[in-house]
């Protein structure tokens, strides 16, 4: 099948070269949205095999996703999968989450920490997870493990019918509110994350987290 | 009485320009009817301040000022909402414009 990783990118120069080489290592089909960095991410990836993208202006992570999907769905794509691109993922967990889209079990495969193992996760970060955990559940009506993680698998017919219109951060809760509604067929798969130094830095804040149920409130209230 | 003269002063230069403006088409019809809408009223409550009493008491308010205050606290919280939803729209706007961009100048890969 033809498989596409989509590698948002904001100002990751220090990591995005190894996290592509590692997943061009098995996957020929990489797909990298930088957006709008400002450290040469661009220039980084050059000579790497990649397919390029680039947003002339920073607009969230979640505006680069749906640049990456809308090109690998032109390109042809069966599956898509999303993937971090500050190296916290691990590329093995790639083939555990596009499994059971090839066996035609699901149409969206979540990756889950808690199924299976999140290195150095700080305590603070956890309880803020399981509180996500518990607001998804209230608002998109999914019983998960886990939320807000980047690694997901998508079949097509899913990712033709998720569109996402949260550009930032919000975007992760937006993809389980459109799971539920449109009843996509899910399934949970565990996944590691290595939490490092750089990617503590650049995830959210307990400060972000607030913001970004205010926001989703403010989306609900808007629809 | 400067009171009277500065606010009629203010309503009648505004609605000018918005009427010179809305001639010129700078302006669209709807926004300058809500100028009118927003300035007009002032007029009578200016010369006749008792004249807000009547209204306030036909709607259950006691006094003429808090039943402005009430208003303005309405027009204000509406057209904030109104702001909001503009600039939601304007971002989205943006966004399309520039993955518009990202996926019309993709680089041809360098394997």
Not at chain 1, 191 to 211: C, E, M, N, P
Request: proline share 3%; glycine share 6%; charged share 20%.
């Amino acid at each position: 099948m033809k498989v596409f990783i989509v590698i948002p990118a904001y100002n990751e120069r220090r990591t995005i070269r190894q996290v592509v080489e590692a997943v061009l290592q098995q996957y020929s089909q990489v797909v990298v949205v930088d957006d709008g960095s400002t450290d040469g991410t661009y220039e980084q990836l050059a000579g790497l095999g990649a397919c390029r993208l680039r947003h002339m202006l920073n607009r969230g992570q979640g505006a680069s996703l749906q640049t990456g999907i809308e090109y690998a769905l032109a390109q042809g794509a069966e599956i898509i999968v999303t993937y971090d691109a500050d190296g916290q993922h691990c590329v093995q967990d790639i083939a555990t989450l596009i499994e059971p889209i090839c066996q035609g079990e699901a149409e969206v495969v979540l990756g889950s920490r808690f199924l299976g193992s999140a290195e150095n996760i700080p305590w603070h970060r956890r309880g803020m997870l399981r509180i996500a955990v518990y607001l998804t559940r209230y608002l998109s009506g999914l019983r998960l493990s886990d939320t807000h993680n980047g690694l997901r698998a998508l079949s097509r017919t899913a990712a033709e019918r998720i569109h996402l219109t949260m550009d930032r951060m919000a975007h992760a809760s937006e993809i389980l509110d459109i799971i539920g509604r449109e009843q996509l067929h899910y399934v949970e798969r565990p996944v590691t994350i290595s939490y490092t130094t750089h990617s503590l830095q650049k995830g959210q804040s307990t400060w972000d987290a607030i913001r970004l149920f205010v926001k989703l409130l403010e989306a609900k209230v808007l629809q | 009485m400067i009171f009277q003269i500065a606010v009629l002063s203010y309503v009648f230069l505004t609605c000018w320009l918005a009427s010179v403006q809305w001639r010129r088409r700078q302006i669209s019809y709807r926004f300058f009817a809500v100028i009118l809408m927003m300035h007009l009223p002032l007029v009578p409550i200016t010369l006749q301040p008792d004249f807000t009493n009547h209204i306030a008491n036909f709607f259950g308010i006691g006094r003429g000022a808090d039943f402005l205050i009430y208003c303005a606290v309405l027009v204000i919280g509406r057209w904030l909402l109104a702001l909001y939803q503009w600039n939601v729209k304007l971002e989205s706007e943006i966004t399309q414009l520039v993955r518009h961009l990202a996926l019309s100048t993709v680089p041809p890969r360098q394997d």
